[in-house]
């Protein structure tokens, strides 16, 4: 690098993830510098995950465990308590805040925050850009990334992260007219997943966890009445938090990193125990989750296949839990019997002019069963697999031969710092990505506790490389 030429360090997406990684890019910044934000759906912060517009879109984790810093809850109990004296806090200020489930808008806006306070008294510089990257070149050495956005434009840095976070979902039965129709919804966070329906119109939902609450919240606040039916292939919701924080447990899992079945058994020996203590499962399944990446990575690739197949369906409705007051609602939608649960396969669908219909196999049994919805709504989770996304960047960083699918096809291949793995197999030495796009390597990287640490580390690791080579002690 030219002594006198101006670092800059370019990361593309702006949800928690590359915000988080400017924001400690910008707080330890020991000399000037430019961090340049690229986002194709501004604003800079909430991402896909806290954009969400209704008051009961609410977060899945408690406030205490959701500051962007990972050296403790106070800087979100700080933000919150400032917040609180305003004229409209978007939330019920008062004792218990910890353990409160704060609106996912609300979280958008802190993390908004954290970027533009991070920025304030940065030696750094940060350069919001609103635009899609699209392709990604560069030199032979395979250093100074040049990303193109879709407006034609470029711009040169020394390093490129990829904070592209959640995939959208993929479409469980590939591309026929139906997933066409405007009666198909392909992304349930697109604003108009829901645009156009009547009070008392059937919407199906494929998929039965946290998305399918979402959307049957959504349905709710706007005053549908009419049937909701979820199909998946367990038939399983998931489970609801407590309201209050329950005390932590201490797994005897650690260290223990046999195969799944062995993990499995594991936790149900702990899972009495703590019963018997009249201690409650949760805990206990929140006590094995710093120990996940590496259960993770001690497994063979044939291990973390079986656990796939087998366990992922139970393990993520007891890792991911809906707010209370959102199991509520859910819980009376049931009873009302205006959302129903189907164990199945859909087998086929067929879009109409008024309405889709919907061919789905029930769990354990050979016949087909009709149902006809006005919207199907795909909430089969995040897109995984590289190879199925349409998004055209990951598409150019595959056919450039500049990243390739992680382990099991999840996420990107990647080395222990992030550094993407091309297809010849070599870690590049100026292109990274973290957060959901990890999923291969560590399995569980998509929730704020995990990502903050791995924004922290990044960039400490870029500063050093790119930014201060003779820098130490992560100052920047
Ligand atoms: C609906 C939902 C709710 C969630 N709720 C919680 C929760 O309550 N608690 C929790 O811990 N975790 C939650 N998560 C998990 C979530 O993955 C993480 O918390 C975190 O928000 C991920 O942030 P991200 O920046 O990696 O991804 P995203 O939020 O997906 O942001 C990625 C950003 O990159 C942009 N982008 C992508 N490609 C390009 C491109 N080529 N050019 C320019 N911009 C691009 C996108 O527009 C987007 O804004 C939730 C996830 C979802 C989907």
Same mark, same amino acid.
């Given at each position: 690098?030219?002594?006198?030429?101006?670092?800059?360090?370019?990361?593309?997406?702006?949800?928690?993830?590359?915000?988080?990684?400017?924001?400690?890019?910008?707080?330890n910044?020991?000399?000037?510098?430019?961090?340049?934000?690229?986002?194709?759906?501004?604003?800079?912060?909430?991402?896909?995950?806290?954009?969400a517009?209704?008051?009961?879109h609410?977060?899945?984790?408690?406030?205490?465990?959701?500051?962007?810093?990972?050296?403790?809850?106070?800087?979100?109990?700080?933000?919150?308590?400032?917040?609180?004296?305003?004229?409209?806090?978007?939330?019920?200020?008062?004792?218990?805040?910890?353990?409160?489930?704060?609106?996912?808008?609300?979280?958008?806006?802190?993390?908004?925050?954290?970027?533009?306070?991070?920025?304030?008294?940065?030696?750094?510089?940060?350069?919001?850009?609103?635009?899609?990257?699209?392709?990604?070149?560069?030199?032979?050495?395979?250093?100074?990334?040049?990303?193109?956005?879709?407006?034609?434009?470029?711009?040169?840095?020394?390093?490129?992260?990829?904070?592209?976070?959640?995939?959208?979902?993929?479409?469980p039965i590939?591309?026929?007219a139906?997933?066409?129709?405007?009666?198909?919804?392909?992304?349930?966070?697109?604003?108009?997943?829901?645009?156009?329906?009547?009070?008392?119109?059937?919407?199906?939902?494929?998929?039965?966890?946290?998305?399918?609450?979402?959307?049957?919240?959504?349905?709710?606040?706007?005053?549908?009445?009419?049937?909701?039916?979820?199909?998946? #292939?367990?038939?399983?919701?998931?489970?609801?938090?407590?309201? &209050? !924080? /329950?005390? =932590?447990?201490?797994? %005897? @899992?650690e260290?223990?990193?046999?195969?799944?079945?062995?993990l499995?058994?594991?936790?149900?020996?702990?899972?009495?125990?703590?019963?018997?203590?009249?201690?409650?499962?949760?805990?206990?399944?929140?006590?094995?989750?710093?120990?996940?990446?590496?259960?993770?990575?001690?497994?063979?690739?044939?291990?973390?296949?079986?656990?796939?197949?087998?366990?992922?369906?139970?393990?993520?409705?007891?890792?991911? #839990?809906?707010?209370?007051?959102?199991?509520?609602?859910?819980? &009376? !939608? /049931?009873? =009302?019997?205006?959302? %129903? @649960?189907?164990?199945?396969?859909?087998?086929?669908?067929?879009?109409?002019?008024?309405?889709?219909?919907?061919?789905?196999?029930?769990?354990?049994?050979?016949?087909?069963?009709?149902?006809?919805?006005?919207?199907?709504?795909?909430?089969?989770g995040?897109?995984?697999?590289?190879?199925?996304?349409?998004?055209?960047?990951?598409?150019?960083?595959?056919?450039?031969?500049?990243?390739?699918?992680?382990?099991?096809?999840?996420?990107?291949?990647?080395?222990?710092?992030?550094?993407?793995?091309?297809?010849?197999?070599?870690?590049?030495?100026?292109?990274?990505?973290?957060?959901?796009?990890?999923?291969?390597?560590?399995?569980?990287?998509?929730?704020?506790?995990?990502?903050?640490?791995?924004?922290?580390?990044?960039?400490?690791?870029?500063?050093?490389?790119f930014?201060?080579?003779?820098?130490?002690?992560?100052?920047?």
């Amino acid at each position: 690098m030219n002594p006198h030429e101006t670092p800059r360090v370019a990361i593309v997406g702006a949800g928690f993830t590359g915000s988080l990684t400017a924001a400690h890019l910008l707080r330890n910044a020991a000399r000037p510098f430019e961090v340049c934000l690229i986002e194709r759906h501004p604003p800079f912060g909430p991402g896909t995950a806290f954009k969400a517009p209704l008051p009961c879109h609410l977060l899945n984790v408690p406030a205490v465990r959701m500051s962007a810093y990972p050296d403790g809850p106070q800087h979100l109990m700080k933000w919150l308590t400032e917040r609180a004296s305003g004229p409209d806090p978007g939330f019920e200020a008062g004792s218990g805040l910890e353990a409160a489930f704060l609106p996912r808008r609300l979280y958008g806006e802190y993390v908004e925050h954290t970027l533009a306070e991070a920025a304030q008294d940065s030696r750094a510089r940060l350069t919001r850009v609103a635009g899609e990257a699209v392709s990604i070149e560069s030199d032979a050495g395979g250093t100074r990334p040049r990303i193109q956005l879709r407006d034609g434009s470029t711009i040169a840095a020394q390093c490129a992260v990829l904070a592209l976070g959640n995939f959208p979902p993929v479409d469980p039965i590939g591309n026929g007219a139906a997933v066409a129709s405007i009666r198909y919804a392909t992304d349930p966070w697109d604003e108009r997943a829901l645009e156009g329906l009547e009070a008392q119109d059937t919407v199906l939902t494929i998929g039965s966890n946290l998305t399918m609450v979402d959307i049957a919240l959504a349905l709710d606040h706007r005053g549908h009445r009419g049937p909701i039916v979820a199909v998946s #292939r367990h038939g399983l919701l998931p489970q609801p938090h407590r309201k &209050s !924080l /329950l005390p =932590s447990w201490s797994s %005897r @899992v650690e260290g223990r990193t046999g195969s799944p079945r062995e993990l499995l058994r594991a936790i149900r020996e702990d899972v009495t125990l703590a019963s018997a203590g009249g201690l409650d499962w949760r805990p206990v399944v929140d006590s094995i989750r710093p120990r996940i990446v590496s259960i993770w990575t001690s497994w063979s690739e044939r291990e973390r296949g079986r656990f796939l197949r087998h366990a992922r369906a139970y393990w993520e409705i007891h890792r991911h #839990r809906m707010a209370p007051e959102n199991a509520r609602v859910i819980g &009376s !939608l /049931l009873e =009302s019997g205006r959302l %129903r @649960v189907i164990a199945g396969r859909i087998a086929g669908m067929s879009a109409g002019k008024d309405q889709i219909e919907v061919r789905v196999n029930r769990r354990g049994s050979r016949v087909l069963e009709t149902i006809r919805a006005a919207r199907v709504v795909n909430c089969t989770g995040p897109g995984t697999d590289l190879r199925r996304t349409k998004d055209p960047l990951v598409q150019d960083l595959l056919t450039r031969r500049l990243a390739r699918p992680g382990p099991l096809g999840l996420g990107f291949d990647t080395d222990r710092d992030g550094a993407l793995v091309g297809a010849d197999g070599r870690p590049s030495l100026s292109l990274f990505t973290l957060g959901p796009p990890l999923q291969g390597r560590d399995w569980e990287t998509t929730a704020i506790p995990e990502i903050r640490m791995q924004t922290e580390a990044l960039a400490i690791c870029l500063a050093r490389r790119f930014v201060t080579p003779e820098a130490h002690g992560g100052s920047i």
